[in-house]
């Protein structure tokens, strides 16, 4: 973190050449990081990814970024890597991850844990602020931490102020409702949920939704 608040306010070209040489980091010659603080044991970012300043990336195994994904700024990305032997030992497969598909996008000031793994597919939008991506939780049964994947598919949109839970899975061409909780997987693409917990509201008319069919990141 001290090298990296160090080099902060140097030119990106040779931000960049420091971050390849000291981590390894995998960076497109199109991609770009703001004035971020961004720690991942590995790090893949696709062409025109971009990560915005403000945003705190620490102790996660991989971040690894589409071809024009973006994370806003004020994001904060958290974890315990698999390196460190002393948190979810029942758990030998977890991954400690966050992948964003292409053209995905995460808004300013979210929380995303990414301690079993964080999947967000192509063209999907995390909105508005304040949503809580969490993938890890007290079992109280068997009195320990646990961890399970949270997936969100292609071409969805996330209102502001959700809450993502341990292992639930939100399906291709769906709209998640502003402040909703979603604590499950969801089987039916194109539909709206919303409520706590989660609950289909009706079906959408994918074919006649702009949204659904971008071929780039930006919204019109």
């Given at each position: 973190m001290i090298f990296q608040i160090l080099i902060m306010f140097l030119p990106w070209s040779m931000r960049k050449r420091l971050l390849v040489w000291r981590y390894g980091y995998e960076i497109d010659k199109t991609a770009r990081i703001g004035k971020s603080i961004i720690m991942p044991r590995k790090l893949k970012m696709g062409p025109k990814s971009r990560i915005h300043s403000g945003v705190i990336c620490k102790g996660i195994d991989l971040l690894d970024m589409g071809e024009d994904s973006g994370?806003?700024?004020f994001t904060y990305i958290t974890g315990f890597s698999t390196a460190d032997k002393r948190w979810y030992k029942h758990?030998?497969?977890?991954?400690?991850?966050?992948?964003l598909g292409r053209?995905?996008?995460i808004t300013s000031r979210h929380f995303v844990d990414c301690n079993g793994g964080v999947y967000v597919g192509d063209f999907t939008t995390v909105a508005g602020i304040r949503t809580q991506i969490l993938t890890h939780s007290i079992d109280v049964y068997n009195n320990r931490q646990d961890a399970k994947p949270v997936k969100i598919g292609r071409y969805c949109f996330l209102g502001t102020g959700c809450i993502l839970l341990p292992g639930c899975e939100l399906p291709d061409y769906s709209i998640l409702g502003a402040g909703a909780v979603l604590t499950k997987k969801l089987d039916k693409a194109g539909c709206l949920y919303a409520?706590?917990?989660?609950?289909f509201v009706k079906e959408l008319d994918v074919e006649k939704i702009?949204?659904?069919?971008?071929?780039?990141h930006v919204v019109d």
């Open positions: 994370i806003a700024s758990i030998p497969d977890r991954r400690c991850e966050l992948v053209s995905a996008g409520g706590s917990p989660a609950k702009p949204y659904f069919h971008r071929i780039k």
